[in-house]
DNA sequence: TTTATTTACGAAAACGATGTAGTTCAATTT
DNA sequence: AAATTGAACTACATCGTTTTCGTAAATAAA
């Protein structure tokens, strides 16, 4: 079969490749009718340029990675949906990674991309990851990373977060003055700084309101679901039971409900729930639930578009920068 | 700054770079303790192959594109999380693309596959694709095409389904066993085949019970989140308002019930809803809704399986075969 | 008319990895 | 001793573009 590339289009009009190639992307090098004869014929026989052999003359591949740690969690979706409608602007195209947080997996995929298959990185840290070198790796490669929501604070470059000290701080004091006393932290994994910052509100609001803090109410929860259902299943079985209790992720939240339903715990009559959540149908729960929502899709616009500025320049130097981009408390019931 | 790549590594062992090549692919034509030598040397130099050169010579870019028409559908997104389970494991790379359910993006997208940037392609139509012309043109450049839920009939190639009559029939049947005599079909396009078929399976029910068909009952839904809401609560503002609902689509489940909960419409005394949906939250609602859980990630993860199966073969030409998953009816509230 | 400049194009060298077709040298066979 | 084999390695063309440099012809300036 006859191939389709530039080498066949010169030779069906009788002019050289350097000619198609440069008609093709508007040089003025070359004649309005040469160029026009060109488009044509480029058109007429559907050619396509070859993305892989542009990249390797160029090291530019329009490609830019997105990683997350996991897809069942709306604020990922949501960031990933904001990130892609500034991509499809800039006709950039994006390879989706999910570390499952898996430190391990991060780490091998941040090898695979260490190769200039992809332009800059956009990502969110695995809740197992200490340690920073394959990151670090990548950005002394030339390829810039751009964290969104779960950042790693040792590594220079942007970031793009929400204010979660103040949610956090707002979110618990929400549960106070709705005449909770003794409210519970669940905790995702202590590797992650906003886990830590929306602690921090969370005591921050407890020593506001002069409530002791009682070490035992911070709930260390993690990856796997069913260790979290047994963790807070014993946290509201016991006879001390809290009256509040504060996710730090949605998943979490998700689980106390169910914990809930099955201890015929009601919701919020028995126990108070908020969240960081970004659930279409927190409205609609059982009760409805309240949330601090986040501006993911605002998040992952706005990750894209710092990369990209910086892409464009050829800068893969990005100065370390924090952009914050407030939460909204969603009251409900 | 010095190169990582071939070149260096093979002045820097003083072998040439055809030898070094070998070596990391592992050729008996290299000797042991060469081969050594180079892997050691690589390793300490963080050599990584330049995807780009490769694909390039060999026309095999290990990357496949996964087309979906929106990323808020919970089905859409564990079926991404399928085959993205499968392409880790066969080292496949994933790039993703949202049509938003507009087809002239879904063509724009396609052109910019024409060139080799995947080996394949898996896909779930948009809803407003009536013409296949540019996937058939995919495939006649041997870029396979594997279908999943939203297919296209007129293609000859694997599509993943599920068993979407008899799980509209089942659904339908359900309603009518809890009570229901007059039932509204939402439709979210007659595009699409599995709507098409789900509405065949509900008015096959409602003819087994030998309830009229009424043709106003049949809503034409679409992707306007807008239009869709003003549209069922035209529906149940009335006097004459259906006592039961079957949602083709989980969004128009989640329209109907913010519908409900703004009339004040007691779901499931005054209404009861039904719907095709992934929602890992469906049990959580208010009240818990009844729902057609698809197999989402199994159908992602069948729909990579196939195509992966034919890419190993270097076959690009996938017979038409249709591949049945069955969805489960879980009965809620 | 001669010289300088511009216009429009072509030849060829990259980009980095791969694989074919040698080449060398030593070991083995005749 | 000559011929054959084979192991271990190298040179080089190739994939499809892009881009730099060159050059011929046409035009403008001297």
Known sequence: MQKNNLKTLANKLGVSVSTVSKALRGSHEIGCDTTKRVLEMAEKMGYRTNPYAGHLRNHISKTIAVIIPEMTNNFFIQAITGAESIAQEKNYHILVYITHDDYNKEVSIMKHLQNGRVDGVLMSLSASTQNYDHLNKLIELNIPIVFFDRIGHEIETAKI????????????????????????????????SIDNKRKQGYIEALNKYDIKINPARIIKCGVDENYNYKTIKRLLNGKNVPDGIFASIEKLALTSYAVCNGLKIKIPDQIKIICFSNLITA???????????????????QAATVLFKYLDKKRTDIPNQNIVIKSELIKRN
């Open 283 to 301: 409205d609609l729960l059982n009760p409805s639930l309240t949330t601090i929502t986040q501006p993911a899709f605002e998040m992952g616009k």
């Open 161 to 192: 977060i929400t204010d979660d000290f103040a949610s956090g701080f707002n979110a618990t004091e929400h549960l106070i003055k709705n005449g909770c006393r003794d409210i519970a932290y669940l905790s995702v994994s202590e590797n992650l």
